[in-house]
């Protein structure tokens, strides 16, 4: 038998209030050379610590995902080739892509095409040389309505430093434009 973060209580001494522990656990039966059984080899692993780290990884991930998802700024992750791997539900809205659509969408093509050049070449040198940018463009969205975007945003990289691709938040600029004008 072979048991994988099985939740164990352990009283250290007698008295005392047992503590909750987890223990990765292996049987084995033991036979003598006959095939009798004559024992069970037993080992115990204590995983407590590897499941309290995942366990917190676990609830910071959903932490961010509610932020994230409930933020009003338009949030975006992109891979290391430009594409989209993430955008939060304003943004979404903003494009009128549904939750699973993300992967076939093309961002793209729903910038203008006079901000195309202003937008993808500082992009790709962003990308190139892994570090962030601010820039704005106008962004066509789902109604069909131009809007100016500021976009900020940063590199991300992995625990051992790969570059993962880039991070950002869009801000809808549209109006603080027109009163500027």
């Not at 992109?78 to 993300?102: H, K, L």
Request: aromatic letters at 10%; a negative charge.
């Amino acid at each position: 038998f072979v048991g994988r973060d099985l939740p164990a209580r352990l009283q250290r001494t007698p008295g005392a209030v047992p503590e909750e522990r987890w223990v990765d656990f292996v049987y084995q039966p033991i036979f003598a050379a006959d095939g009798t059984p004559v024992g069970i080899f037993v080992e115990g692993h204590d995983t407590t610590d590897q499941k309290r780290a995942q366990d917190a990884l676990r609830e910071s991930e959903e932490r961010f995902r509610l932020v994230a998802e409930n933020a009003p700024a338009m949030l975006w992750m992109g891979d290391t080739e430009g594409r989209c791997i993430y955008v939060n539900r304003a943004q979404r809205d903003f494009w009128g892509v549904g939750p699973g659509g993300i992967a076939d969408f093309d961002w793209n093509a729903t910038l203008h095409p006079e901000d195309r050049e202003a937008l993808i070449g500082p992009f790709g040198r962003a990308l190139e040389e892994q570090t962030g940018f601010l820039l704005e463009a106008r962004y066509r969205r789902a109604d069909g309505e131009w809007r100016m975007l500021r976009s900020d945003a940063q590199a991300r990289f992995g625990a051992g430093g790969a570059f993962l691709g880039m991070i950002g938040v869009n801000v809808d600029i549209t109006d603080a434009r027109r009163a500027e004008d």
